[in-house]
T-cell receptor, first 112, second 112 residues
Framework: KNQVEQSPQSLIILEGKNCTLQ??????????LRWYKQDTGRGPVSLTI?????NTKSNGRYTATLDADTKQSSLHITASQLSDSASYIC???????????FGRGTSLIVHP | DVKVTQSSRYLVKRTGEKVFLECVQD?????MFWYRQDPGLGLRLIYF???????EKGDIPEGYSVSREKKERFSLILESASTNQTSMYLC???????????FGPGTRLTVT
């Protein structure tokens, strides 16, 4: 069964610090992996997409990595801001499918 | 900008009532989705539609039905609401299968 596991479940950091969120998946075959950010009370918004051939992709202070061999991805946030407080969801699309598999998300709280 | 709107942000209904959740997208997207989101469980797919009048069951369709009479509108119907359907409901759309999904703000439904 296709699964996406995220860790940690929740994380509290101080403003200005860096952090890394993890995503492990068993989805096969693989098409792409997305990281979404979901602010409280809002729908998720895509931060970045990773395809099989991509190892690293940045979007401002967010950097996603993908190791397709070990089926792991990470999202690194640099110099965190209060506005980074949100849930971060890893989503993997199986090859040949309409339907992505969602992780349960990591809840990040950034304290001043 | 893609815009996905949902008819209500908050809704309170009684057990046994018929409930309609409406979703409208303004970007001529082919695919539309309904999810429910519960703490600790992440997003779970209820139904999706890849064309007008075409619909497919997701992971948890029991107790729900959908309607898509027009391309831009996708409705979720709870035929007889029950307390275990208290949840956040999120609608999403995408242009092509596997493309980025654009989410609405969600409807928080409480069934008493």
């Amino acid at each position: 069964k296709n699964q996406v596991e995220q860790s940690p479940q929740s994380l509290i950091i101080l403003e200005g610090k860096n952090c890394t969120l993890q995503c492990n998946y068993t989805v096969s075959p693989f098409s792409n992996l997305r990281w979404y950010k979901q602010d409280t009370g809002r729908g998720p918004v895509s931060l970045t997409i990773m395809t099989f051939s991509e190892n690293t992709k940045s979007n401002g202070r967010y950097t996603a990595t993908l190791d397709a061999d070990t089926k792991q991805s990470s999202l690194h946030i640099t110099a965190s801001q209060l506005s980074d407080s949100a849930s971060y969801i890893c989503v993997v699309l199986p090859g040949g499918s309409y339907i992505p598999t969602f992780g349960r998300g990591t809840s990040l709280i950034v304290h001043p | 900008d893609v815009k996905v709107t949902q008819s209500s942000r908050y809704l309170v209904k009684r057990t046994g009532e018929k409930v309609f959740l409406e979703c409208v997208q303004d970007m001529d997207h082919e695919n539309m989705f309904w999810y429910r989101q519960d703490p600790g469980l992440g997003l779970r797919l209820i139904y999706f539609s890849y064309d007008v009048k075409m619909k497919e069951k997701g992971d948890i369709p029991e107790g729900y039905s959908v309607s898509r009479e027009k391309k831009e509108r996708f409705s979720l119907i709870l035929e007889s609401a029950s307390t275990n359907q208290t949840s956040m409901y999120l609608c999403a759309s995408s242009l092509w299968p596997g493309e980025e999904q654009y989410f609405g703000p969600g409807t928080r439904l409480t069934v008493t």
